[in-house]
Nanobody, 124 residues
Framework: QVQLVESGGGLVQAGGSLRLSCAAS????????MGWFRQAPGKEREFVAA????????YYADSVKGRFTISRDNAKNTVYLQMNSLKPADTAVYYC?????????????????WGQGTQVTVSS
């Protein structure tokens, strides 16, 4: 079992940057594909980015490609989401998630474990 705890959210002006972190418990972190999702008020949870077990492969939603970067440090049991050139449309609660069966899935149903989320608010 994996427990996930996100941090790093906050309020930022449009065009600014934030880095989210997701710390995982357990000794098998490197065996999980990891993903970031977000959910804005009144909207469904949407896929943001995913990263493979080693961190060598990544996959992004079109809406964040070129602005966001997902990475992981297996020695620290942590996955990151660097967010640059933020827009008001990026405002949401951001969740990290772990997939024990693979990686690169944009479907939330594929992920077994979820963090509690961290709020990101981008002002115009």
């Amino acid at each position: 079992q994996v427990q996930l705890v996100e941090s790093g959210g906050g309020l930022v002006q449009a065009g600014g940057s934030l880095r989210l972190s997701c710390a995982a418990s357990g000794r098998t972190f490197s065996s999980y594909g990891m993903g970031w999702f977000r959910q804005a008020p009144g909207k469904e949870r949407e896929f943001v980015a995913a990263i493979s077990w080693s961190g060598g492969s990544t996959y992004y939603a079109d809406s964040v490609k070129g602005r966001f970067t997902i990475s992981r440090d297996n020695a620290k049991n942590t996955v990151y989401l660097q967010m640059n050139s933020l827009k008001p449309a990026d405002t949401a609660v951001y969740y990290c998630a772990a997939d024990s069966t693979g990686w690169r899935s944009p479907s939330a149903e594929r992920y077994n474990y979820w963090g509690q989320g961290t709020q990101v608010t981008v002002s115009s």
